[in-house]
C-alpha cells in the first residue's frame, strides 16, 4: 500500500511539472511581439468610459453566444479533426493579375483585392489599405493556416505610400504583425477600434499616426472625405485574453461615393440601420466565407450575405474574406459559388475581381469573370 502511494505521489509530482512547465512556456511564448499589447494606462482609462466595455471587456449591442444552439466545443473539434470535408482549399494555384498600385492615375477612384479582407482603394486621391495580410499566413504560429496557391502574390515592397491604413480587429488573419512591421515606414495614419492601437504602439508605431475610436464616431480626413465608425456583431483577441480591443465596420464618404467596409461579423439589424442612415450606398464590402452555422452569430452565411447587401440599400457588393485561407470547414470556393446563385434579381449588382485585378469604382459596366470555376 505505501508502495502504491509513493508511486502515486511521483506520478502526481511529474505531472504538476509538467504542466507547470507547459504554463511557464506558453507564458513565455505569449510575450512574443506578434501577440501585441493589451490596452493599459491612460488608454485603459479611456476604453473603459466607453458605454460598449462592460465586465472588464467589450460587449456586442446585443449578447448572442458565440456557438449555435446545439452546438458543442467538443463536437465542433471533433468534428473538424475526424471527420471528412473535401476541397477545403485548392489543390491548383488561384488565377490572378498584379496591378502595379503605384501607377494606378491619381485621379482614379479604384480598388484591388488581395484576397481574404485586404483590400488597396484610392479614394479622391487618397491611399488605403484595409486589413493586410502579406505574410502568407494568418496564424502567431508557424505550422498555422497558410495562404493558398497564388493567393500570396503581393508584398510590403509591391505597397506605395499609404495615408490611411484601416483595421477592422485584432484577429491574425486581419491584423498581422510580420505586415504591419513591413509598413511602418509606408503609413501616414492608422484608422482602427478603441484599445487596437496598443498594438501598433509596441510596434513601433507613434501614438500620433493613430486614429482609435469607438463606434458611431465621425473622422473628417479631409473636406467632405469623412469616416463614420459603425459596429459589427464580433469578438477580438490574440492571446488569452478576449474583448480588450474592440471590432469595427466603417463607412468612407467622399464628394461622389459612399463604401460601406463590413470587418467581420455575424447578421444583425445593424445593416438595416446603416442603410437607413446612409444609403443608398455606392459600394459594400462584405465579409462571405469562413463561415459555419455553429458559429453563425459572428460570421454571415452566404444567404445573410446577399440580405444584408439588401438592407444596406447597396448598389454594388464586393464578397470578401474568402480565397486565400481556410478557417472554415465549407469548400473553398463555396462562398463565391452561393453568393453567385444568391444574388441573382438582387437590387445589387455582384462584384467579383479576380486577386490582384483593379475595379473601378465609377465605371458600371466593367465585366467580372467567374474566375473560380474550373479551379480544383
Avoid at 126 to 136: A, E, N, Y
Avoid at 163 to 173: A, E, N, P, Q
Wanted: hydrophobic share 35%.
Amino acid at each position: 500500500m505505501k508502495k502504491s502511494l509513493r508511486i502515486l505521489k511521483r506520478i502526481m509530482i511529474t505531472l504538476f511539472i509538467v504542466l507547470l512547465l507547459l504554463a511557464t512556456v506558453t507564458f513565455v511564448y505569449l510575450q512574443r511581439p506578434q501577440f501585441g499589447e493589451n490596452p493599459s494606462g491612460k488608454r485603459l482609462a479611456e476604453i473603459e468610459k466607453s458605454a460598449h466595455f462592460k465586465n472588464d471587456r467589450f460587449q456586442n449591442i446585443v449578447e448572442r453566444p458565440t456557438l449555435s444552439e446545439g452546438y458543442t466545443m467538443l463536437g465542433e473539434m471533433y468534428n473538424v479533426v475526424f471527420k471528412n470535408h473535401p476541397r477545403r482549399e485548392p489543390s491548383d494555384s488561384l488565377p490572378s493579375v498584379k496591378t502595379n498600385l503605384k501607377n494606378i492615375p491619381a485621379n482614379s477612384d479604384a480598388l484591388v483585392w488581395f484576397g481574404h479582407s485586404s483590400v488597396f482603394m484610392q479614394l479622391e486621391g487618397k491611399k488605403i489599405l484595409i486589413d493586410p495580410v502579406f505574410s502568407g499566413k494568418a496564424s502567431p504560429l508557424p505550422w498555422g493556416v497558410r495562404a493558398y496557391k497564388g493567393s500570396d502574390i503581393y508584398s510590403v515592397t509591391d505597397m506605395p505610400e499609404i495615408d490611411y491604413l484601416f483595421i477592422s480587429h485584432d484577429h491574425y488573419d486581419h491584423l498581422d504583425y510580420e505586415t504591419i512591421i513591413g509598413l511602418k515606414n509606408k503609413v501616414k495614419h492608422v484608422v482602427c477600434g478603441l484599445g487596437v492601437g496598443a498594438h501598433f504602439e509596441r510596434w513601433g508605431y507613434k501614438p500620433d499616426q493613430i486614429i482609435e475610436k469607438d463606434w458611431n464616431e465621425r473622422i473628417e480626413l479631409d473636406h467632405n472625405f469623412i469616416i463614420f465608425t459603425e459596429t459589427s456583431h464580433h469578438e477580438s483577441g490574440r492571446g488569452l485574453l478576449r474583448g480588450k480591443t474592440l471590432w469595427m465596420s466603417y463607412l468612407i464618404q467622399t464628394p461622389d461615393l459612399k463604401i460601406y467596409i463590413s470587418g467581420d461579423g455575424g447578421y444583425d439589424d445593424r445593416f438595416k440601420k446603416i442603410g437607413e442612415k446612409f444609403g443608398p450606398i455606392d459600394w459594400a464590402i462584405l465579409e462571405c466565407g469562413q463561415y459555419d452555422k455553429a458559429w453563425q452569430s459572428v460570421h454571415n452565411l452566404p444567404e445573410e450575405v446577399a440580405q444584408a447587401a439588401v438592407d444596406l440599400q447597396a448598389q454594388n457588393m464586393i464578397p470578401v474574406h474568402n480565397s486565400k485561407f481556410t478557417l472554415g470547414k465549407h469548400a473553398w470556393d463555396e462562398p463565391l459559388r452561393k453568393i453567385t446563385q444568391l444574388s441573382v434579381n438582387k437590387p445589387y449588382r455582384l462584384v467579383t475581381p479576380m486577386i490582384g485585378e483593379e475595379v473601378d469604382f465609377k465605371n458600371k459596366h466593367q465585366q467580372f469573370k467567374r474566375w473560380w470555376e474550373n479551379v480544383n
